[in-house]
């Protein structure tokens, strides 16, 4: 009988330490930086390409789908040339997303709205090179408010010019068309653009993740991600289409593959 008693006595000591470390590893995970999480190509839907009347039916399905981030363009009118939505709007998405959210900022000043945006729900915060006058200094700020820093490249802009800060970058967002209107044609010098982008990346011996953004389809996924690219962001491809959840089932398969 006391035999008994020692082994239930054992059996709930391990539980509960099992329990413990159990808890301790689930914290472990989720404070993990994006780039050590990369299990696989990450589907990120641009709800820029979404129905804004309807947009918690949208920001919902994405959360349901085998989607991995939700990507929010945020447009100022003066860095491009259409204006999106701000922070009350980003509020009520992240109000409602269960997946993280991948803020873009396209706007002038970045660094008055990082605060802002920490605050409201942003996981990723990305700005954009050209908007930018103290990169490393904006970059610092950002992740001093706990989010991941990406920074964006618009088609034009070399990414020789992010050999000095690419080991503070959390990600950086290649511009796959003209920046401030979903639905445009894929510029076909990405793929080049990407893979010389994952050469510095290796060669300076960094995480940083690659997210493509503008463009993207079925047609062009496979060949982005053998360029290089861990992030694939689509909107029109998605929201336009028939069936959003299936498609993003299917660019994710093929990202995948």
Excluded at 34 to 52: E, G, N
Excluded at 80 to 92: D, E, H, L
Excluded at 225 to 243: E, H, I, P
Aim: net charge negative; aromatic share 6%; with cysteine.
């Amino acid at each position: 009988m006391l035999r008994i008693e020692r082994y239930l006595e054992n059996r709930e000591s391990v539980t509960q330490t099992s329990k413990i470390e159990w808890s301790q590893f689930i914290t472990f995970a989720q404070n993990i930086p994006i780039q050590y999480k990369m299990s696989k190509i990450k589907i990120a839907p641009s709800l820029l390409a979404a129905d804004f009347g309807n947009l918690q039916h949208d920001v919902e399905m994405v959360n349901q789908s085998e989607a991995d981030w939700h990507h929010i363009d945020v447009m100022d009118g003066v860095f491009v040339p259409n204006i999106s939505y701000g922070m009350p709007v980003v509020k009520v998405i992240a109000k409602h997303a269960t997946k993280p959210l991948d803020v873009h900022l396209m706007i002038v000043d970045p660094d008055r709205y990082i605060k802002t945006f920490a605050e409201i729900g942003a996981n990723i915060l990305s700005v954009h090179y050209e908007a930018c006058t103290h990169l490393h200094r904006t970059l610092q700020a950002i992740k001093v408010e706990g989010m991941q820093a990406g920074v964006a490249l618009n088609p034009h802009t070399n990414i020789n010019l992010l050999e000095d800060t690419i080991n503070d970058i959390d990600l950086v967002c290649l511009m796959s068309v003209n920046p401030g209107f979903g639905g445009q044609s894929f510029i076909e010098n990405t793929y080049d653009k990407v893979k010389a982008l994952k050469e510095l990346i290796q060669r300076k011996g960094t995480n940083t993740l690659i997210e493509i953004d503008g463009g993207v389809t079925g047609a062009n996924a496979k060949k982005l991600v053998d360029a290089g690219a861990d992030v694939l962001v689509a909107g029109s491809f998605v929201f336009k289409s028939q069936n959003p959840t299936a498609t993003i089932a299917h660019i994710s398969q093929i990202a995948n593959s």
